[in-house]
């Protein structure tokens, strides 16, 4: 990994943990904090409306995020998948000079015992 995509990393790892503060702040087990100045009877329409434009920040914040992450995800299988090419083709260079080496040896051992 080259020192760009470790910078772009670190990045989005920082906006990450921003983006999980945003979204999870002001929410407390059991859902929404409650505030103290409603009832469950006076809640009204403009109350609903600004608690579901809320939500609705939130729920666009995490599509965001998991569009991030799914990015993410899909640009290290791409690179675990080139990983994985290399070693196999390494296993194969590596296998070859190892026969070579064997018969070689064989090769040498066969004339001592003549």
Same mark, same amino acid.
């Given at each position: 990994?080259?020192?760009?995509?470790?910078?772009?990393?670190?990045?989005?790892?920082?906006?990450?943990?921003?983006?999980?503060?945003?979204?999870?702040?002001?929410?407390?087990?059991?859902?929404?904090?409650?505030?103290?100045?409603?009832?469950?009877?006076?809640? &009204?329409?403009?109350?609903?409306?600004? +608690? @579901?434009? %809320?939500?609705? $920040? #939130?729920?666009?914040?995490?599509?965001?995020?998991?569009?991030?992450?799914?990015?993410?995800?899909?640009?290290?299988?791409?690179?675990?998948?080139?990983?994985?090419? &290399?070693?196999?083709?390494?296993?194969? +260079? @590596?296998? %070859?000079?190892? $026969? #070579?080496?064997?018969?070689?040896?064989?090769?040498?051992?066969?004339?001592?015992?003549?």
């Amino acid at each position: 990994m080259n020192s760009d995509e470790t910078y772009a990393m670190e990045n989005m790892s920082w906006d990450i943990r921003n983006n999980r503060a945003a979204l999870f702040d002001g929410i407390e087990e059991g859902g929404i904090r409650a505030s103290s100045s409603y009832s469950s009877h006076e809640i &009204d329409e403009q109350d609903n409306e600004i +608690v @579901l434009e %809320g939500l609705q $920040d #939130r729920v666009s914040l995490l599509k965001r995020l998991s569009g991030d992450i799914n990015e993410e995800v899909d640009s290290h299988n791409l690179m675990l998948d080139r990983m994985g090419n &290399d070693m196999d083709s390494s296993r194969g +260079v @590596l296998s %070859g000079t190892m $026969d #070579r080496f064997k018969t070689v040896f064989e090769t040498k051992s066969s004339r001592r015992i003549d």
